[in-house]
């Protein structure tokens, strides 16, 4: 299952942002400089690192839209910032042609884990109800950071306490997954107290690995995601 364990693809502080005329006007003002000529490569520099510094300090309210786009709300005005293609709907932007101080803000928020990426979407965990960021088009129940495994993770069975290898989590809820029996996961009795909402993980028994029979030979085991505990969780509640 895919989510965000490190924080997304990086952008840059000058990767997006929107602004304001008020703005423009400020971030352009500070260009002159008292005393003599500058170096043009300086002077670019000390104007990007101005909106920078403002799209940091300033409030902004930035929200997801589902088409990729965030929405900027400032004191200045409203604008909507496309950061997959570097855009704002800002005068700073799509006159002067500048990343401008909306774009980055959207760009910093994104990087430090504030808003989902454009190719991303809010969720929330079946397990633990937290919000947690899932691909856009992700569909059935998903996984936080804290109650996801990935293919190869060693885990505890809660009810057994046997070992088991996890060969993939699927997208199919516990009253949907059915076994070899025809029965749902949710029906058995030993999974009683897990959520029927949960997505079922697929796993094998380590005892039934070997020389000859890898993850992909032994044969595979359904459960509900917080039936599982991870080795390194072992003594703890999930």
């Known amino acids: 299952m895919t989510h965000r364990r490190i924080p997304p693809t990086s952008f840059g ?40 510094e403002r799209a940091k300090r300033e409030p902004m309210t930035v929200r997801p839209l589902r088409d990729r786009r965030y929405v900027v709300e ?8 496309a950061l997959d293609a570097g855009t704002c709907s800002c005068p700073d932007h799509e006159i002067r042609g500048e990343r401008c101080k909306h774009l980055r803000r959207v ?11 454009p190719d991303e ?3 929330v965990c079946a397990v633990c109800g937290v919000e947690t960021f ?7 129940p998903r996984l936080c950071p804290r ?7 060693a885990v505890h069975d809660r009810e057994t306490g046997k070992l088991l290898i996890v060969t993939r989590v699927t997208e199919r ?21 897990y959520g029927a909402h949960e997505p079922v993980i697929e796993a094998v028994y380590a005892e039934s690995l070997g020389p000859a029979h890898g993850i992909d030979d032994a044969r595979r085991y359904g459960f509900p995601a917080s039936r599982l505990v991870p080795v390194t969780d072992a003594g703890r509640d999930r």
């Open 13 to 52: 502080p000058d990767g997006t942002s929107t602004g304001s005329r008020h703005d423009d006007e400020s971030e352009h003002g500070s260009d002159a400089v008292e005393g003599g000529e500058r170096d043009d490569v300086v002077v670019d520099d000390e104007v990007a690192d101005g909106r920078s």
């Open 74 to 81: 400032t004191e200045g005005g409203t604008y909507v910032v």
């Open 107 to 117: 760009a910093i928020e994104v990087t430090e884990g504030r808003l989902p990426a």
């Open 121 to 123: 979407r809010v969720g």
């Open 134 to 140: 899932v691909p856009l088009t992700a569909s059935g």
């Open 147 to 153: 109650h996801d495994f990935e293919r190869g993770d």
């Open 173 to 193: 809820r516990a009253d949907e997954y059915r076994t070899d029996e025809g029965r749902p996961i949710d029906e058995y009795p030993t999974n009683a107290v």
